[in-house]
């Protein structure tokens, strides 16, 4: 089982600022994930990397960004957050053809 | 295109009895994966059951067991004797074997609430 943080829990914040929501996992697995989810809606897909320097956009649009420096380390970061954005992200990671994405707690956020 | 289909919004039960979530699935692949997540209100997605498109056994675990059949391309999950605990919104994934690592696709899920 995968130890997969996630930092904050929650955020309040208002339109125009920066944020950058943390992801961090111990188990070295080499693929990490970022999924959006509303309120009872299915996940969405926004980011993923196969390693470190790897990043691919996912289905989903999404304004933010993501680096991948560090094969434990995932960061997602919106540059000037709208209330649009205000949604439910949750990091996974998995490791080599295992499929099964382990998920950190996520981070609420919302914009004000 | 590849699709999960969770018809059942909303299921409510009381304690110990049996319940059985529904999952349909689209795939053109032959080879894929297939799998149940949990999320308790807590928020976080617990990982229940990987499943693979060669392995049409059911699966008994505990409380929980899963019947998979490629020839209705359905993946379903009962729950026998629920708990409380078991209140919970649960996800039936797909991902196809040919791009590992990718996302997994998810159906819209099913929300169980289960009363004492």
């Known amino acids: 089982e995968a130890d997969i943080y996630q930092t904050p829990r929650y955020l309040v914040i208002g339109t125009g600022k920066k944020i950058t929501l943390e992801c961090s996992q111990t188990?070295?697995?080499?693929?990490m994930y970022w999924y959006q989810q509303d309120p009872g809606m299915e996940l969405h897909l926004i980011h993923y990397?196969?390693?470190?320097?790897?990043?691919e956009k996912g289905d989903l649009s999404s304004e933010s960004t993501v680096s991948r420096i560090r094969t434990e380390h995932f960061p997602l970061t919106l540059e000037s957050a709208r209330p649009s954005h205000t949604s439910q992200y949750l990091c996974?990671?998995?490791?080599?053809?295992?499929?099964?994405?382990?998920f950190g707690p996520g981070t609420r956020l919302t914009v004000t | 295109a590849q699709k999960v289909t969770q018809a059942q919004t909303e299921i409510s039960v009381v304690e110990k009895e049996d319940v059985t979530l529904d999952c349909v699935y689209e795939?053109?692949?032959?080879?894929?994966?297939l799998f149940w997540y949990k999320q308790p209100p807590s928020g976080e997605l617990v990982f229940l059951i990987r499943?693979?498109?060669?392995?049409?056994q059911n699966e008994i675990s505990g409380r929980y067991s899963w019947n998979f059949q490629k020839s209705t391309s359905s993946f379903n999950f009962t729950i026998t004797a629920s708990q409380v605990v078991d209140s919970a919104v649960y996800f039936c994934?797909?991902?196809?074997?040919?791009?590992?690592?990718?996302?997994?696709?998810f159906g819209k899920g099913t929300t169980l609430s289960v009363s004492s």
């Open positions: 188990m070295g697995h080499d693929k």
């Open positions: 994934a797909l991902s196809e074997f040919n791009q590992a690592g990718t996302a997994l696709i």
């Open positions: 990397s196969y390693g470190v320097n790897s990043t």
């Open positions: 996974a990671s998995s490791q080599g053809h295992s499929y099964e994405q382990y």
């Open positions: 499943r693979n498109s060669f392995d049409e």
């Open positions: 795939t053109r692949d032959t080879t894929y994966y």
